[in-house]
């Protein structure tokens, strides 16, 4: 059968369990828990309990231990090395978008493909302090995630970013406020520290937050030093405090602390007209961990890949953009969820169980 035939020359497919690899007989990135699972990185769509065994880069080591358990069984890679199995040469390359985020490449039979997973692509003069950029890779067939796959996403220079929020949290603590910086609280939040400037005051983190924090300083990432709300004496110097949190503790009692602070939103969602007044928030600042749509573009020329498959985001608006390039282009239907964590992170939908129980972890 034509579709059978076209299913075994493919190096990755789509199962009821997740994208898998049939030569190599492993999945990447699973929805369901199968034996083997080659992981991207530790956000938790893409990183699943219930896995019997793990292969991750070792830079991901920590927050994926600190998220699914210290007692995992798992296999970790230096980026650039490669491992066979069945007959499959697999290595692991950095993809820029939060801590130990990979790519994967695999080689089977004279054909190339890499899985993109979630990837960041830096502009001109941008980093992504917290993890290492991302790695373009040749191959015949590049699997990418358009999370932002539209148009209308055109990040600013990071450095313009940070600048109004500098200016932000000058500003309030001039007026004796404090400044409530929600972002996701992996990946998200350590790119919030590692650009702001933290002269401007003393910086408190919530418990979430921190748990994550611990893992990014022992990969050797630098963060600026940071406080429990329960270690600070003086209260009054919460008055001129940056307070970075997930956007679930919004109205909760963790919140009500800080007295009465300006709060501000962190994600590339904040691009959209109207995303902040949505929200409620004072302020929505455009910072996202994942390539826009010049970045996606450029990410995937420079894979030189001829053939383009199409995950998790605007996969109809991205497959006719590939298609009038000239390129094979196709989707995987997959259950990576980058906006449920968008849900997670919006004040509109957060739930106060959910705030309570990342306040326990403190
Ligand atoms: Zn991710
Ligand atoms: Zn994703």
Excluded at 321 to 331: K, N, R, S, T
Aim: hydrophobic share 40%.
């Amino acid at each position: 059968m034509a579709v059978q035939s076209c299913a075994t020359q493919d190096l990755v497919i789509e199962r009821p369990e997740g994208l898998y690899c049939p030569p190599g007989d492993f999945y990447i990135d699973p929805w369901r828990p199968v034996d083997r699972a080659v992981i991207t990185h530790a956000h938790g769509d893409h990183a699943r309990m219930g896995n019997a065994h793990y292969l991750a880069s070792q830079q991901s080591e920590g927050v994926l231990r600190s998220r699914l358990g210290d007692d995992i069984n798992l296999q970790t890679l230096p980026y650039g090395e490669v491992i066979e199995h069945h007959g499959v040469r697999l290595s692991l390359h950095p993809a820029g978008h939060v801590l130990g985020s990979s790519e994967v490449r695999l080689e089977h039979d004279g054909r190339v493909w890499v899985a993109s997973g979630d990837y960041f692509v830096c502009g001109r003069g941008d980093a992504n302090n917290t993890c290492v950029p991302f790695e373009p890779v040749r191959c015949d067939c590049f699997i990418t995630e358009s999370t932002f796959g539209l148009p209308i996403y055109r990040w600013c220079p990071q450095r313009e970013v940070f600048d109004d929020i500098n200016a932000w949290w000058q500003a309030n603590a001039e007026a004796g406020r404090a400044s409530l910086l929600m972002g996701y609280s992996f990946g998200k939040a350590q790119r919030i520290l590692a650009g702001v400037d933290a002269s401007i005051g003393p910086i408190v983190v919530h418990g979430a937050i921190e748990t994550i924090n611990r893992a990014y300083r022992a990969a050797g990432v630098a963060l600026p030093p940071t406080l429990y709300f329960n270690d600070v004496t003086d209260k009054g110097l919460l008055k001129g405090a940056l307070v970075v949190a997930p956007p679930s503790v919004l109205g909760s009692a963790w919140v009500r602390r800080f007295g009465d602070p300006s709060d501000a939103f962190a994600s590339g969602w904040m691009q959209l007209r109207g995303a902040r007044r949505r929200r409620g928030v004072d302020r929505g600042f455009v910072l996202s961990d994942h390539a826009d749509w010049p970045g996606l573009q450029r990410a995937i020329e420079a894979t030189g890949a001829q053939r383009v498959i199409v995950t998790h985001g605007y996969e109809a608006v991205m497959v006719r953009w590939l298609q009038e390039q000239g390129l094979q282009a196709g989707a995987f239907h997959t259950e990576y969820d980058d906006e449920r964590h968008d849900a997670q992170e919006s004040p509109v939908q957060a739930d106060t169980t959910s705030a309570e129980s990342e306040e326990g972890t403190e």
